[in-house]
Nanobody, 124 residues
Framework: QVQLVESGGGLVQAGGSLRLSCAAS????????MGWFRQAPGKDREFVGG????????DYSDSVKGRFTISRDNAENTVYLQMNSLKPEDTAVYSC?????????????????WGQGTQVTVSS
């Protein structure tokens, strides 16, 4: 089992940037595909982005493509979400997730482990 802890959330003005981090408790996260999700008040949780085990493949939702970048540092057991050109509609609790997966798999669903989340608020 792996524990995930997000950090880096906060309040930012529209057009600004934030970088979220997700630190994993395991000795290695190499066996896990990783993803970021978000949930705004009154809305369902939605997929934001995913990354394969070695970082060779990524996938993004249409709403963030071109603005957000997911990356990982397996040596540091950490996954990042760089968010640029933030909009008020990006306001949500952002959570990272992990799942055992094939070497090149990027997952949009079926994650096994979840962090508690970090709040991101974008003011207009």
């Amino acid at each position: 089992q792996v524990q995930l802890v997000e950090s880096g959330g906060g309040l930012v003005q529209a057009g600004g940037s934030l970088r979220l981090s997700c630190a994993a408790s395991k000795d290695t996260i190499l066996v896990y595909a990783m993803g970021w999700f978000r949930q705004a008040p009154g809305k369902d949780r939605e997929f934001v982005g995913g990354i394969s085990r070695y970082g060779s493949n990524t996938d993004y939702s249409d709403s963030v493509k071109g603005r957000f970048t997911i990356s990982r540092d397996n040596a540091e057991n950490t996954v990042y979400l760089q968010m640029n050109s933030l909009k008020p509609e990006d306001t949500a609790v952002y959570s990272c997730a992990a799942s055992l997966a094939g070497r090149r798999e990027v997952l949009r669903t079926g994650y096994d482990y979840w962090g508690q989340g970090t709040q991101v608020t974008v003011s207009s």
